[in-house]
């Protein structure tokens, strides 16, 4: 079993940053992990925002590209998305997610709040 533990969300004006964390516990081995975040606007389905492999390679959303980064430090099993001009449709809820890449099983996180807003 895995749990993913999200931290780092909150208010933040536009234009302002913000980094979000997610840990990572229980059987994992992170080579056999590709790690993201997605991200659910109010009354919008969830969406994704970044993944990145184990080799590091990573892929992001287009509204996202040039502002957001996403990192991923496999020996503390930790995977940070780190958020720079942030807009107001940048407002949603933020999820960490793991995909096992051969079973393709899943774990979600709880989700943390971010909110941008003058």
């Known amino acids: 079993q895995v749990r993913l533990v999200e931290s780092g969300g909150g208010l933040v004006q536009p234009g302002g940053s913000l980094t979000l964390s997610c840990a990572a516990s229980?059987?994992?081995?992170?080579?056999?992990?590709?790690m993201g975040w997605y991200r659910q606007p109010p009354g919008v389905q969830r969406e994704l925002v970044a993944t990145i492999q184990f080799t590091r390679a990573t892929n992001y959303a287009d509204f996202v590209k040039g502002r957001f980064t996403i990192d991923r430090d496999n020996a503390r099993r930790t995977v940070s998305l780190q958020m720079n001009s942030l807009k107001v449709e940048d407002t949603a809820v933020y999820y960490c997610?793991?995909?096992?890449?051969?079973?393709?099983?899943?774990?979600w996180g709880q989700g943390t709040q971010v909110t941008v807003s003058a």
């Open positions: 997610h793991f995909r096992n890449r051969y079973t393709n099983r899943e774990w």
């Open positions: 229980g059987d994992i081995t992170p080579s056999t992990y590709i």
